[in-house]
């Protein structure tokens, strides 16, 4: 019964932990994206637990290092990792991770990173994150959350025995569970434009299985001059994908906002994805991409710019499940 009211209150509260009670085929993790003042140093850490069809557990924290091109993956036993109840804060090991700092104990990257001036995605009745009222539905492959699309940085890591300042840094957080990645899939996501204040896009597609068949489904969050614009699914917003060699061009649209975005995938490294709560999947990432953005509204553009130091996947048969999807533009 406390697990079930645990992960009754995690419906309300994306970034928290929802596996409790679960023993198989099950895996949760976050992913922080940190990004120095510099923009030399690119890292993306990523915690989580797997548990396979057996109830085998597995706690990990991966390591992609977006400069380097270089990736690491640390395993744990299974009771290494340990959730809190009723707030976002996970540990790994010696690693603790929340929406308010890192503390990092792991072979070539250690320290303390503070996270400041969050930009969580926004709350709304009957869409408590960012998958809308699809969070609600029992039955996913995957879910999805946004811890923040966007907050600066304060304290040092020490990366390959290097003491860096990642002070006046960029970060993002985010999250996935449930029982494997989709079968294909498209995510970007970028901080880093020439704008006066802090701007982020982030943009997912996906193929979903639903009720014996599948949809593509799609979220974008564009944050810019204080605001997070939605186009999503559930927001009734069309999709157009457009690809090209180690590109996609994304057009998401409603009756009043227009959100174009097209990224070029640079050098990356390969991560291991859940297939069935095991982790024995892989998909390259690149936080070398870049993201060329231009924002509508009623025709109008408010906003063109391209992001650096951007985070770029195309996983699985993307020409074949997720180009002209129904509700084409």
Known sequence: MQSLLRRCRALWHPDEYHGWGRTHRYFEGWYFKLVDPTEQYALAVIPG?????????????????????????????GDSFRPVSGRFEVAVAENRFSAQALHLNLPGLSGQLALENLHPWPRMLGAPGIMGWYGFV???????????????????LEVQGKSV?????????????????????IWMQSNHFEAPGPTSVMVSVARIPWLGSHFVGFIAGFLWEGRIYRLATYTGACLSVTLGHREATL??????????????????????????????????????STLEVAFYEQGR?????????????????????????????
């Open 49 to 77: 637990i797997s548990m396979d069809e057996q109830g085998r557990q597995q706690a990990f924290v991966q390591l992609l290092d977006g400069k380097q091109c270089r990736t690491e993956f640390f395993d744990y036993p």
């Open 138 to 156: 029992p039955f996913m492959e995957c879910y999805h959350g946004v811890v923040s699309v966007h907050h600066q940085l304060k304290g040092r």
């Open 165 to 185: 300042d990642f002070t006046g840094g960029i970060g993002y957080a985010e999250k996935d569970w449930g029982r494997s990645f989709p079968s294909s899939w």
């Open 251 to 288: 057009v998401l649209a409603d009756s009043r906002y227009r959100l174009e975005v097209k990224g070029r995938q640079g050098a990356g490294g390969d991560l291991i994805s859940p297939i069935a709560g095991r982790m024995t999947g892989k998909v390259n990432e690149s936080l070398q």
């Open 301 to 329: 553009l408010l906003f063109q710019g391209t992001g650096r130091n951007a985070g770029l996947e195309l996983a699985g048969d993307i020409q074949g499940e997720l180009v002209n999807p129904k509700n084409q533009i």
